[in-house]
C-alpha cells in the first residue's frame, strides 16, 4: 500500500514539474569541444583544425546578420540574414565534407555578433511577429543550404527592451527546433549589465530550449587567473542555472585566463568536481597561427573518461 502511494507521489511530481526541474538538473561532465570559425577571410578552412575522434566537435560559422552584405556600408534589413563569413573557404559542400569525413563534427551558424562594418550590429525588431516570421524563413533558408545542425545567439547590441529580445529569440529556437531544422541551439553572453538583462530574460522564459551557454570569458580582464576564473564561472553557472554553461578562451590571448596562464589548470579543476561540461574557443581564425596546439590539448582533457 505504502509503495502504491509513494508511486502516485512520484507521477504527480513528474507531472506538474516536468521541464523546469530538468534544466535545473546538474548537467555532468561532457566532451564537446566547440569552435568558431569566422569572416578574417585568411584562408581558414574545416580542414586545417584537427578533429579528436573521442569527442564531439561543433563548428560555429560566425556570423549570420541581418544586415546587407552587398553594399560598402551595410545596413539593416528587413529581418532577411545574410552570410559574412568566408563563403569561399567555408562553403556548403565543404560543410557536407567535414560532416561526411568526422561523423562526430556537427556544424552551427551564429547570429548577431559584435559588429557589421565599421558599426555595431543591432537587434532591432519591428514587432515580435514580424521578426520572428521573417528570421525564420530567412534562417531557415542559409541553415538547409549549408546542411547545418543548431544555431547560436551572439547578439551583443540591443535596439529593445530584454522582454522582447527573451520573446523574439525564444519564439525563433522553439519555431526552427518544431520545424525540425535544427536539433540544438547556444547563447553567448558575456559580463555586461545590458548583455545580462537581456539573456537572463531569455533564460528565464525559454532556457529549456537552450542546450549550452558559450559564457565568453574571455570578456573578462587579460590575466585573469586560476581562482577568478572558477569564482565566474560559479557565478555564470548560477545566473543560467542548470544550463551547461561552458569554459573559454581566445586564441589571441586579448583576455580572460589564456592557456598560457593555466586555463587548463582551471579546467582541470572544475572536471575534477564534475563541472567541466564543455569547452568552445574564439576562434580557429586566430589559433592557426599557433597551429590549433589549444585545440588539440582542450580535446584531449575533454576526451579523458569521466
Not at 520573446?167 to 527546433?177: A, F, R, S
Amino acid at each position: 500500500m505504502e509503495s502504491s502511494k509513494l508511486l502516485i507521489a512520484l507521477f504527480v511530481f513528474q507531472v506538474f514539474f516536468p521541464c523546469h526541474m530538468s534544466i535545473q538538473a546538474a548537467a555532468e561532465n561532457s566532451d564537446l569541444f566547440r569552435e568558431y570559425i569566422r569572416a578574417e577571410f585568411n584562408n581558414v578552412k574545416f580542414t586545417d583544425v584537427p578533429i579528436d575522434s573521442n569527442v564531439e566537435f561543433h563548428f560555429i560559422l560566425s556570423f549570420a546578420i541581418d544586415y546587407d552584405s552587398t553594399s560598402g556600408s551595410p545596413s539593416p534589413t528587413n529581418r532577411k540574414f545574410n552570410v559574412f563569413w568566408d563563403s569561399d573557404n567555408l562553403s556548403p559542400s565543404q560543410v557536407s565534407s567535414i560532416k561526411s569525413t568526422h561523423s562526430n563534427v556537427k556544424v552551427a551558424l551564429s547570429i548577431g555578433g559584435d559588429s557589421v562594418g565599421d558599426s555595431y550590429a543591432y537587434f532591432d525588431p519591428s514587432s515580435v511577429d514580424s521578426w520572428v516570421s521573417n528570421t525564420v524563413s530567412s534562417l531557415t533558408n542559409i541553415i538547409q543550404e549549408y546542411h547545418m545542425d543548431g544555431i547560436d545567439i551572439d547578439y551583443e547590441h540591443f535596439n529593445a527592451d530584454p522582454d522582447t529580445f527573451a520573446e523574439c529569440i525564444g519564439k525563433l529556437v522553439k519555431t526552427l527546433k518544431d520545424n525540425g531544422v535544427i536539433s540544438f541551439a547556444s547563447i553567448a553572453p558575456f559580463d555586461d549589465d545590458d548583455v545580462q538583462s537581456h539573456y537572463k530574460a531569455l533564460w528565464q522564459s525559454y532556457g529549456d530550449l537552450i542546450d549550452y551557454v558559450n559564457f565568453q570569458f574571455y570578456a573578462y580582464d587579460q590575466g585573469t587567473t586560476v581562482s577568478q576564473f572558477i569564482s565566474y564561472f560559479n557565478t555564470q553557472s548560477s545566473n543560467y542555472n542548470g544550463g551547461k554553461v561552458l569554459a573559454s578562451f581566445i586564441s589571441d590571448g586579448s583576455g580572460g585566463l589564456t592557456p598560457e596562464n593555466s586555463f587548463f589548470t582551471a579546467c582541470s579543476r572544475l572536471k575534477s568536481e564534475n563541472k567541466l561540461h564543455e569547452i568552445f574557443v574564439w576562434s580557429a581564425d586566430d589559433s592557426k597561427r599557433n597551429g590549433f596546439r589549444y585545440e588539440k590539448q582542450s580535446q584531449a582533457l575533454l576526451a579523458i573518461s569521466h
